[in-house]
Each structure stands twice: as structure tokens, then as C-alpha cells.
């Protein structure tokens, strides 16, 4: 297991610009970045495992995941934000399940708030 410690979240006018970061307390085999708004599902929104990154579509285009894989860290460029992406940002490091990224017993950041108004 490893911990994970969000940061970067705040609050931004729409159209603006956020990155967060995740930092892993040690290797992780994938990350992904989720989000949850009051009242509605977690919503999975980037991924980065060994096959590469992908994307919600309600993200794609706008949001950008990358890694620093020497400090276990993982970045979420937002750009062109939209009020509804506000919501409690987490990230998750997920398990090889034969080889595909499984987040069924992650382990879960504390999460952090973005606002976009």
C-alpha cells in the first residue's frame, strides 16, 4: 500500500487554470485522478498506466496528465475550466489485475477542492 497526498486545488474564475499534484509515498503500478461533486457519482477523469493516459470525455482536450516517475508524483493540468468541474478532486493508485490497471482496492488520497465559479 502506498499513501497519496493531493495539493494544487483553489478556487478559479471559468476559463481559467489548475494543476494538481499527487504524491505517492512510494511506486505505484497506475494512477488515476477522480472527482466527486455533491449529489453525484464518482466520476473516474485520467488515468496513466503502463499502455499510456486516457480520459473521461467530459476532459478530454482540457486536461492533461502526466508523471514524474523518480519522485512517484503525477500532475493534472486543468485548463479551460467549467463550473462543472467543480467537485472534490482525488487520486487513486490502482493494481496490475493481469496486467490491467484495477482500482478495486486502491489506495485513496485525502482529496482536494476545486471551485470554478
Known amino acids: 500500500h502506498v499513501q497519496l497526498v493531493e495539493s494544487g486545488g483553489g478556487s478559479v474564475q471559468s476559463g481559467g487554470s489548475l494543476r494538481l499534484s499527487c504524491v505517492a509515498s512510494g511506486e505505484t503500478y497506475c494512477v488515476g485522478w477522480f472527482r466527486q461533486a455533491p449529489g453525484k457519482e464518482r466520476e473516474e477523469i485520467a488515468t496513466?498506466?503502463?499502455?499510456?493516459?486516457r480520459y473521461a470525455d467530459s476532459v478530454k482536450g482540457r486536461f492533461t496528465l502526466s508523471e514524474d516517475v523518480a519522485a512517484h508524483t503525477t500532475y493534472l493540468q486543468m485548463n479551460n475550466l467549467k463550473s462543472e468541474d467543480s467537485a472534490m478532486y482525488y487520486c487513486a493508485a490502482g493494481y496490475s489485475d493481469y496486467g490491467q490497471c484495477s482500482f478495486e482496492y486502491a489506495d485513496w488520497g485525502q482529496g482536494t477542492q476545486v471551485t470554478v465559479s
Open positions: 496513466i498506466d503502463p499502455d499510456g493516459t
